[in-house]
């Protein structure tokens, strides 16, 4: 076998990372961080590598095989388990996604304030261990090392939230453990079954993803079903579904920003790739006869997670439940089981990595300035920090989908393929567009226009009491119909008015106005900050204008799961005759 030695490189390279800087304790903060982020770099000059080499074999060689740049060396040969690794279009996608978040993280964890006792060495260290961790997941081509990977994953990110997360991280980090434990307990019963029911068709039991899948039809259907139940709680769990995903709000909402950026762009990903790498193709029958039930559930955390997001009152929290809402589309594309939604929901499994990857940050960058991570601390910020503003505002509208970003043409392709199969669940999804603007601008609204206000903002400069009502005047903000704003917890003792400042009304005050001390102590982004999420940016834009290039390489792989689990897309209904059309 002729082994291609990207994915080797991919998985090791990060975990040498991790090691080196583990083991630079005594060096300057800043040596150890360019360390980290120099194999974070060249991490992803391999995974550009390895994306051009497989696009150039994509028009060449055996077009049926379902991997490209693989590897593959025995591991324990009396069970057949072989470390065997490969890509195809939607794993590939997802590498390439982890490749271009984690230096973005490091960048952007560069300042980050960890508890006492803990270094940015140790910190930096596990972020490099977990990249390693997810790239072996998304590569595994042996179902027994992607339990494996999909095990280890759990280690570094507990230790993230449980060491560097914040004040309720004990609380988070066991939970997030608990339920990642059940889920992999689940899996490996599932993963043992499959074993043995190869073993009945085969002369031994196998592992090996190719060959599960050449005999996949010969499973029963009774025993793909009880395989298929522990693979998909596992997998509803990892990604999260309703109702197995009350850990995430805790463990995004207490983990670093960095941990949580790659929680919700990347590690839940896992789930709904899951379902994608193993249950359709290797569970066909299965597949099709349970698929309603993760239809349903899609659809519930779709609308039931735009409805909570809308009450949240934590930042994190919130970007925690508009993923959930996110989940549901890419789970009903995944088994709306049309070409169209499957390309559609790896696509947003993608685009979701992005978007909400630049809102994890940005919502990092605001707290860090305020100090508090409620909503209601926060208000006219553009005035005082409109760079800050501005990068909300994209991750806002990519974050619903509007035209021009990232994410529209993924949900599009989702709803469509939806709607062409299950018309019915399609509409009631579409609800989710509509509830996700409302949530999300509400908060960009509260947060970023209006009068300048709140303690997360103004902070302790005027000695400020913000739980007391204050009116203020002028056009600038909600208040100026001279109902009182009512402000969150207090930072003061005395009473006054700069608990709202607009701007405009110090337009003729000293230099040294009270809104010009705001922006002052507040700040805008730096150099740094502007460097770490300009490539966010420029991705929301350049994959809302032209995905094609992202399309092509997954598009392949959608056809041949549509082919694995024995679905075509449906036939669209001949046109009938034009009322008053004539002939």
Not at 342 to 365: E, K, P, R, S, W
Request: hydrophobic share 55%; proline share 6%.
């Amino acid at each position: 076998m002729n082994d291609s030695l990207y994915l080797p490189i991919l998985l090791l390279l990060p975990l040498a990372g991790s090691v080196v800087v583990t083991g630079m304790s005594g060096a300057p903060a800043k040596t150890v961080k360019l360390t980290a982020l120099g194999f974070s770099v060249v991490e992803l000059g391999v995974a550009i590598a390895l994306w051009v080499a497989y696009r150039s074999s994509m028009g060449t060689g055996d077009t049926a095989a379902p991997f490209r740049e693989t590897f593959s060396v025995d591991w324990i040969p009396s069970f057949g388990v072989s470390f065997s690794l490969g890509v195809d279009g939607i794993s590939l996608t997802m590498i390439a996604l982890i490749a271009v978040l984690v230096p973005i993280v490091l960048g952007a964890s560069w300042e980050e304030k960890l508890p006492a006792g803990r270094t940015i060495g140790g910190y930096f260290a596990l972020l490099l261990a977990l990249q390693a961790a997810m790239i072996g997941v998304f590569a595994a081509t042996d179902v027994f090392v992607f339990y494996v990977m999909f095990e280890v994953m759990l280690i570094p990110m507990y230790f993230l939230i449980g060491a560097f997360g914040g004040v309720r991280r004990a609380y988070a980090a066991t939970k997030f453990f608990l339920y990642s434990l059940l889920g992999g307990l689940l899996m490996l019963a599932s993963v043992i079954g499959l074993y043995v029911a190869s073993g009945n068709v085969l002369p031994s039991g196998t592992f090996d993803w190719e060959a599960l899948r050449s005999i996949a039809s010969q499973i029963p259907e009774s025993t793909q079903m009880w395989i298929f139940a522990g693979f998909a709680i596992a997998f509803a769990i990892k990604a999260p579904l309703v109702p197995l995903h009350t850990w995430l709000p805790d463990a995004g909402a207490e983990a670093p920003i960095g941990a949580g950026t790659l929680l919700v762009g990347v590690l839940d990903k896992v789930g709904t790739f899951g379902f994608l790498r193993i249950c359709l193709p290797l569970l066909p029958a299965a597949s099709a006869r349970l698929s309603w039930v993760i239809i349903l559930l899609a659809v519930i955390g779709i609308v039931y997670g735009a409805i909570v997001a809308a009450g949240q009152s934590d930042l994190k929290r919130f970007v925690t439940f508009t993923s959930i809402a996110h989940f549901g589309f890419i789970a009903l594309g995944v088994f709306a089981f049309t070409t169209q939604s499957i390309a559609g929901a790896a696509l947003y499994m993608v685009n979701h990595g992005i978007a909400t990857g630049l809102l994890f940050i940005v919502v990092g960058m605001l707290a860090a300035r305020g100090g508090s991570r409620l909503i209601g601390d926060y208000g006219g910020v553009w005035k005082v920090a409109p760079l800050l503003g501005g990068m909300f505002l994209v991750a806002s509208l990519a974050t619903i989908a509007m035209p021009g970003t990232n994410s529209f043409i993924s949900e599009f392709l989702v709803l469509i393929g939806t709607f062409t199969r299950y018309p019915g669940w399609a509409v009631i999804a579409t609800i989710g567009i509509v509830l996700a603007a409302v949530y999300m601008l509400w908060v960009f609204q509260r947060t970023m226009f209006g009068p300048i206000r709140g303690v997360g903002v103004i902070g302790d400069d005027f000695g400020l009491d913000a739980r007391v009502p204050v009116t203020v005047g002028g056009p600038a903000g909600p208040s100026s119909t001279g109902a009182p704003e009512y402000q969150p917890a207090t930072r003061g003792t005395a009473v006054s008015t700069a608990a709202a400042v607009d701007p405009a009304e110090d337009s003729h005050a000293a230099p040294h106005s009270r809104a010009a001390a705001v922006r002052a102590r507040f700040g805008d982004l730096t150099g740094r900050e502007i460097a770490v999420v300009t490539p966010l940016v420029v991705l929301i834009i350049l994959l809302g204008v032209y995905p094609q290039p992202v399309l092509d390489v997954i598009n392949p792989t959608a056809q041949r799961t549509m082919v694995d689990v024995g679905f075509t897309d449906p036939v669209p209904p001949a046109a009938g005759p034009i009322v008053g059309g004539g002939q």
